[in-house]
């Protein structure tokens, strides 16, 4: 039986003390799904996502550096290859093998970085209107936005999230509210200039093995993948994986419409696995 409280961990990596909830971890007869938040999130950003996967994964999620009870590091310290890095470690850590890699946002960044990674096989790859290029108008945007989110005292915080997103469950208002809350001094400035360096990340999807879904919100309503760039993701993942194109929802597709994510990310795991890729030269 699953239950929606999880497990707290705290778990020793070269970057630090990183912290991880987990839920259904003790049934190892499961396979594993490991889902990695966006910027300005953390473990509670998955409150009711954990669960619903809980019924049939292990569940774990990680603060990324920066972010929630993990390690606050100087700024500079926040490229995505190092992010991608500390789940690597993670992942190695606690034994979970080829989990099933599911990443939001700047997290979506990370978890592509990672699956690219030669010799790095997984069990799948989601990835929720994930950044692959900070230099768009939209993510410039949000990071504008989050100096000033940061600012505000929980209770404003809690009320403009209730005027924007009025839809969304109260668990979600307060995990959007603790995560903001818990970001460090430096973690989105540096997160946005570094991976604006980075530059576009879009053809990585050519390098992932194995099965890939990435889960596009709408730009009307927020989603950060522009049409020009959806065009190039479908061309990249090839036959490899699929783009989930959602009108009804923006950024937060979990937030917004938890079964529908849900029923991605299900379809994900179960579609059969496609032989691997050459990496592109």
């Given at each position: 039986?699953?239950?929606?409280?999880?497990?707290?961990?705290?778990?020793?990596?070269?970057?630090?003390?990183?912290?991880?909830?987990?839920w259904?971890?003790?049934?190892?007869?499961?396979?594993?799904?490991?889902?990695?938040?966006?910027?300005?999130?953390?473990?509670?950003?998955?409150?009711?996502?954990?669960?619903?996967?809980?019924?049939?994964?292990?569940?774990?999620?990680l603060?990324?550096?920066?972010?929630?009870?993990?390690?606050?590091?100087?700024?500079?310290?926040?490229?995505l290859?190092?992010?991608?890095?500390?789940?690597?470690?993670?992942?190695?850590?606690?034994?979970?093998?080829?989990?099933?890699?599911?990443?939001?946002?700047?997290?979506?960044?990370?978890?592509?970085?990672?699956?690219?990674?030669?010799?790095?096989?997984?069990?799948?790859?989601?990835?929720?209107?994930?950044?692959?290029?900070?230099?768009?108008?939209?993510?410039?945007?949000?990071i504008?936005?989050?100096?000033?989110?940061?600012?505000?005292?929980?209770?404003?915080?809690r009320?403009?999230?209730?005027?924007?997103?009025?839809?969304?469950?109260?668990?979600?208002?307060?995990?959007?509210?603790?995560?903001?809350?818990?970001?460090?001094?430096?973690?989105?400035?540096?997160?946005?200039?570094?991976?604006?360096?980075?530059?576009?990340?879009?053809?990585?999807?050519?390098?992932?093995?194995?099965?890939?879904?990435?889960?596009?919100?709408?730009?009307?309503?927020?989603?950060?993948?522009?049409?020009?760039?959806?065009?190039?993701?479908?061309?990249?993942?090839?036959?490899?994986?699929?783009?989930?194109?959602?009108?009804?929802?923006?950024?937060?597709?979990?937030?917004?419409?938890?079964?529908?994510?849900?029923?991605?990310?299900?379809?994900?795991?179960?579609?059969?696995?496609?032989?691997?890729?050459?990496?592109?030269?």
């Amino acid at each position: 039986m699953t239950t929606d409280h999880p497990d707290s961990h705290l778990v020793d990596l070269p970057a630090g003390r990183f912290h991880a909830w987990s839920w259904g971890g003790d049934d190892v007869t499961r396979p594993t799904a490991v889902l990695v938040h966006g910027l300005s999130g953390c473990v509670d950003s998955w409150v009711r996502v954990g669960p619903a996967l809980a019924a049939t994964h292990r569940v774990w999620a990680l603060d990324l550096r920066g972010h929630g009870a993990s390690p606050k590091l100087p700024r500079g310290s926040y490229d995505l290859r190092a992010a991608a890095d500390d789940v690597a470690a993670f992942i190695d850590q606690l034994g979970l093998g080829r989990p099933l890699l599911v990443g939001h946002s700047w997290g979506g960044a990370v978890s592509l970085v990672l699956a690219a990674t030669p010799g790095r096989v997984l069990g799948g790859l989601v990835l929720e209107d994930p950044a692959l290029d900070f230099r768009t108008e939209g993510l410039r945007a949000t990071i504008a936005g989050l100096a000033a989110a940061r600012a505000m005292t929980p209770e404003a915080l809690r009320a403009s999230t209730v005027a924007a997103f009025p839809h969304w469950d109260p668990r979600d208002v307060e995990s959007r509210v603790r995560g903001i809350q818990l970001l460090g001094e430096h973690t989105a400035a540096s997160v946005a200039e570094q991976s604006a360096i980075a530059g576009d990340q879009v053809s990585l999807l050519e390098r992932v093995p194995g099965r890939v879904a990435v889960v596009r919100g709408a730009p009307a309503l927020g989603g950060v993948i522009p049409d020009a760039m959806a065009v190039r993701i479908e061309g990249a993942l090839g036959g490899h994986g699929r783009l989930v194109e959602l009108d009804h929802v923006g950024h937060q597709v979990h937030r917004d419409d938890l079964d529908t994510f849900v029923a991605a990310v299900a379809d994900a795991a179960t579609s059969p696995a496609s032989p691997r890729r050459p990496a592109s030269v």
